[in-house]
């Protein structure tokens, strides 16, 4: 079986480490409802992209409770 040639040092650990962090979300402004979305996707607040109506959010609103009620 394969053996470490060498002692990771905890500089070595910390040197790598520091790739592991996320990056922060920079946020879109929704163009219709002015809220901080995330940028590339339908607006969680009105449902829309790009102008265009791509999500019934009253219909996901209702789901959404429906689900919740279930439990
Ligand atoms: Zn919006």
Do not use: E, W
């Not at 060498?6 to 809220?35: E, W, Y």
């Amino acid at each position: 079986m394969g053996l470490p040639g060498h002692r990771r040092t905890s500089g070595d650990k910390r040197r790598r480490a520091a790739q592991h962090g996320l990056d922060a979300v920079n946020p879109a402004i929704c163009p219709k409802c002015d809220k901080a979305t995330h940028p590339h996707r339908a607006c969680a607040f009105c449902g829309t992209y790009r102008g265009r109506q791509v999500v019934d959010v009253a219909k996901r609103a209702a789901r959404t409770v429906r689900k919740t009620k279930k439990k």
